[in-house]
Structures are given as C-alpha cells and as structure tokens.
C-alpha cells in the first residue's frame, strides 16, 4: 500500500487538531511553494520502503503552532523552538505515514532546516504523493517521496 | 506520585508533563533513554515512566530493555508515547517489557485511559 494525497491530508490533519489544536483545510488546486522564511523538516523510512517525508511550512505557521503547543506568547517564542516544534510534527507525520508502507521499516531521526534562502532535493526519489493545506492562512506543505535507487 | 518523562522533544516533554501534573505527579524530565537511566538513578523509582521510541543516544526500546535487565526496576510501569504504531513495532515493545502504549497522536483523554488500565494515577 502506498500514501495516498488523502491519507496525508487526514493525518495531518489529525495532528494538528489533536495536538495543536489547529485546522487545516486543503488548498486547492496546485500551491506554489512555501515562500519567504520557512522550515523545512525531513524524516527517512527505511527497510522495505525506503523513502522519507518532507514538511515545509512558512515561519509563522511554525510559530502559531508553538504558541498553542507550549502556551508561549509570539515574542516568546525562540527559533530552537522552532525547529522542536517542527520536528515533532515531521516525526508524527512520518510515524504514521510509516504504518501505511510495507512493513517492517524504520523511521530515522528528524532533521529541520531554516532559511530564507535554501533549495530541498531528495536525490534518487520520486514524490509519491504531496498536499498543501492551509492553517489559519498560513502554508504547510507535506510531500512523501519513495526511493527509486 | 512522580512520574520520569524520556522525549528528545521539549514540546512533547512540555504536553506530557502538564497532563501529568494536572492528574497530581510531580515531573522529573530526561532528553534521552541513557539520561533517562541516569534520572533513575538519581531521582530513585518514580511511580512510571513515559518514554518515547526514536530517540538519539539511547531510543525508547534499548532504554525499556536496559530497565528490565535490572532487578530492582522488575515492577516499574512503563509506557511507550510515540508514533510506533505497526503490530510487530508494540510486539517488540511488549516483550522488552513496556506495560503500556499510547500513540501520538494522543490527547488527555487517551493518557488518563492508559493510566486507568494501570492503575496509576488520579484516576486509580
């Protein structure tokens, strides 16, 4: 079984109100990427799939959702929070994307990546599925690409 | 009551932790399984411990291994929080010797339930 755009929709989704207390609805259509300041979180399966999800969001996306996960005000907020954060989500989002692949695989530890300035590519992959969703006005794309080496 | 919080994640340690105190424990919190087994030691034997799988270090399943290999931990309740969620991964979990999972992610309603089946807490 591979992730499907729903199956990223529905669990990023049900992180986000689960344990952000944050909606997010679909954007429709194809978005353009995340602009300006962002994050970018990257988490690795590997075993009998072998791929990796990637979460890129805009910086104030990343900040609403510390504010709601730890009760911090904006200006409290600090950029290892940032990259805490957004860590965390990219290993929930992948932890379940990794139930959905064949099995048994392995999840790798997260890495995030902040800049204004920076290009993302997974060498030897292909996306599989991607999905923009749109929270509080804020982007957050979530994409999952599989190994093709 | 004391509870030991093992979670790479500030955030999570921060979510877990106020559950925790809401339900009455008091939090000892450690960033990783070896710190976890360094907080055992120095804090004594909390009445569980809520540790996360994907870790650096030490992970969640070589810290309840390490736990379990030593006799003075043998009735320490232990339970995972973490985005495990495949049957083989809670088998291996469970014969290393975790009581209880809970996957992320979870709400309070979920923990206090875990809690419950164990007895421990508020709610016993």
Not at chain 2, 27 to 45: C, N, Q, V, Y
């Amino acid at each position: 079984m591979h992730p499907s755009q729903d199956d990223l929709i529905s669990i990023t989704q049900n992180i986000l109100s689960t344990m952000i207390s944050m909606e997010a609805s679909p954007m429709g259509g194809k978005a353009d990427p995340v602009a300006g300041k962002r994050l970018t979180g990257c988490i690795s399966i590997s075993g009998e799939w072998k791929g990796a999800v990637v979460i890129q969001s805009s910086e104030a996306f990343t900040r609403q959702a510390v504010c709601n996960m730890l009760q911090m005000k904006p200006t409290e907020v600090s950029d290892s929070d940032l990259e805490d954060v957004l860590s965390e989500i990219t290993n929930m989002i992948g932890g379940n994307i990794k139930s959905l692949v064949k099995s048994p695989s392995f999840l790798s530890l997260p890495s995030v990546t902040v800049g204004s300035d920076f290009s993302f590519q997974l060498k030897g992959s292909r996306v599989l599925a991607e999905t923009s969703l749109d929270c509080n006005g804020e982007q957050l794309d979530v994409l999952v690409c599989e190994s093709v080496t | 009551m004391r509870a030991l919080l093992i979670d790479d994640s500030r955030a999570i340690r921060r979510i877990i932790g106020d559950i925790m105190k809401s339900l009455g424990f008091e939090i000892t919190e450690a960033i990783h399984g070896l710190d976890g087994l360094a907080k055992l030691e120095e804090f004594g034997i909390p009445d569980i411990v809520l540790v996360d799988w994907n870790m650096p270090e030490m992970n969640g399943l070589d810290f309840i291994k390490a736990v379990r290999a030593d006799p003075k931990y043998v009735d320490l309740p232990l339970m995972m929080v973490t985005t495990e969620t495949e049957m083989e991964r809670l088998a291996m979990a469970f014969v290393a010797g975790v009581n209880e999972y809970v996957m992320k992610p979870f709400d309070k309603a979920m923990l206090v339930e875990k809690l419950e089946i164990l007895g421990i807490g508020a709610a016993s």
